[in-house]
């Protein structure tokens, strides 16, 4: 597990582009950074992108077409491609009357998909004979904030968490640049725009959604400290557990059956999923604490905390995991949603850490990652 | 320094309620809900002497009235509610605790909350304890569940 720390600032959203050799960041500004992995664990910044006019709130970089994807406050959507050595913007008029939330490349590259505040998502693709950027909108029956994004593996599917409470599921369909797909455990009819799925039990903004590598299942982990799972099927079972800790925000799959989730605890934790039961379980706190050493408390020290905290024993000052802030985002580095061996996790104290699944595994005796 | 002697009426309006656009949830119909039984919980108050503090603490906690707007409800429910936890001996309040499900500490929270917003005589200072003996048994997810509830006990 290797923690870098880039600034002081929040690290807003990144992405890595296809070899894990670059990684882009927006510092919490107008910008995005991509910075270079050099050798003895240092990264270098080689390329800065100014084109946005409020902060960018999601950067997608599209592994096998080597496009970046930025949308911010500013309402717009830029697709950038190198050219050369520059990065150069290209604008997506997303028709958005609100920030930009959240945006993802689909599996295929040939569209995106921008969460925003105006209630709708905007589906870009491009069209060739205006050699430019189009989009079309799904507005319904979203009725608040979309906050997090996902594709299906089939390239039509998105899954949508909104500040409406609910988790979503919608065909993305587009006639111009894909065939027909075939029926998926959501559904077979799958016009533009149509609700395949629409979660209900959990309160509380949903922070981030997450397809698993099949697709047959989404996660997703809402504010009122719950993760949820649904398998999809004619009757989809929805299953949730209520966690004793701090929201989450951020939540990914390893394998079919474990989800990594990270939030406001500052740590990732393992959950476990069951389907024939329907349950999830708690895995585990994937977060190996430096084991500082023990100071004997001296019997001043044992008044004063009496008297301010009214406890004797030895309160943690410190934050005892590696991030020190809440961890916002994860990111799979190595392997895919079914089998997953690093993962990459940034936060809100300006840090990145790359987490090992087989080192974990082997340090945390209980934990079992199925 | 100028004083500002036109009609300033309009800050005071509400601009919320004429969004068009506003939020509103969805009516999940609360009719029947009855809140705990009166009657039921009566009876098993009188038997505190014997010692039946479960038994009332259990019937109270079942049927919260959550999807009700009937405030006069909900006020009685809490009544009833507060009357039990403070018939408790402050050492059985863990086991009490302990003793209920994940949504039983979760509903036992909403109530200590809504509890602490109309503070009586010694109301807090029974609340406080049963807090403390939740929150260890819940955790702070339990806590921002209570603030992220839609539908209140």
Redesign the interface.
């Known amino acids: 597990m290797t923690y870098y720390n880039f600034l002081l600032e929040p690290i807003s959203c990144h992405a890595w582009n296809k070899d894990r050799t670059q990684i882009a960041i927006c510092p919490n500004n107008h910008e995005v950074h991509i910075y270079k992995k050099e050798g003895g664990g240092k990264w270098s910044k080689i390329h800065e992108l100014k084109e946005h006019n409020g902060q960018v709130t999601g950067i997608d970089w599209a592994p096998e077409s080597n496009r970046i994807v930025t949308c911010g406050t500013d309402r717009n959507a830029y697709v950038w491609i190198l050219k050369g050595n520059v990065w150069r913007p290209t604008l997506v008029l997303l028709r958005i009357n609100r920030a930009a939330r959240c945006v993802k490349w689909s599996p295929k590259e040939n569209k995106f998909a921008v969460g925003s505040g105006s209630?709708l998502i905007s589906i870009c693709y491009f069209e060739q004979e205006n050699d430019w950027w189009v989009c079309k909108h799904i507005k319904k029956p979203i009725?608040?904030t979309v906050l997090s994004l996902d594709w299906h593996p089939n390239n039509v599917l998105l899954a949508a968490g909104s500040c409406?409470?609910k988790c979503r599921i919608f065909s993305a369909y587009i006639k111009e640049v894909e065939e027909k797909p075939s029926p998926t455990p959501w559904g077979s009819k799958m016009p533009f725009g149509e609700l395949m799925f629409e979660s209900s039990g959990t309160?509380?903004w949903v922070h981030s959604i997450c397809f698993s590598g099949s697709g047959g299942r989404v996660a997703w982990v809402s504010?009122?400290?719950t993760v949820a799972v649904a398998t999809g099927s004619k009757n989809t079972v929805i299953s949730s557990l209520?966690?004793?800790?701090?929201?989450l925000l951020a939540v990914t799959f390893i394998t079919e059956n474990s989800l990594v989730a990270a939030g406001h605890d500052c740590y990732p934790m393992l959950y476990l999923y069951d389907e024939g039961k329907g349950t999830i379980t708690f895995g585990g706190k994937l977060d190996i604490p430096k084991q500082s050493a023990q100071r004997g408390m001296t019997a001043r020290e044992r008044f004063q905390n009496l008297d301010k905290k009214a406890s004797s024993e030895t309160e943690k000052a410190n934050l005892e995991s590696v991030h020190k802030n809440s961890i916002s985002q994860i990111s799979i580095m190595e392997g895919d949603k079914s089998k997953c061996s690093k993962f990459c996790t940034t936060g809100m104290d300006g840090g990145m850490t790359i987490w090992d699944v087989k080192t974990l595994a082997s340090s945390m005796k209980d934990l079992k990652i199925i | 320094m100028s004083k500002n002697v036109s009609s300033d009426r309009f800050r005071k309006v509400d601009v919320d309620e004429y969004d068009e656009n506003k939020f509103v949830d969805e009516e999940e119909g609360g009719e029947n809900q009855q809140g705990p039984d009166e009657g039921e919980v009566d009876s098993l108050i009188r038997q505190l002497c014997t010692g039946n503090v479960m038994g009332a603490l259990q019937a109270v906690l079942k049927n919260p009235p959550m999807n009700t707007k009937n405030q006069a409800l909900k006020d009685r429910a809490e009544g009833l509610v507060l009357k039990v936890l403070s018939s408790f001996k402050s050492g059985d309040i863990e086991k009490a605790v302990q003793s209920l499900d994940k949504n039983g500490v979760d509903l036992l929270m909403k109530y200590i909350y809504k509890g602490f917003e109309q503070p009586t005589e010694n109301s807090s200072t029974v609340l406080l304890q049963w807090h403390e003996k939740a929150l260890s048994a819940g955790g702070v997810g339990s806590i921002v569940r209570v603030l992220t509830a839609r539908r209140t006990v």
């Open positions: 209630r009725r608040s409406d409470f309160d509380g504010h009122d400290s209520s966690s004793e800790t701090l929201p």
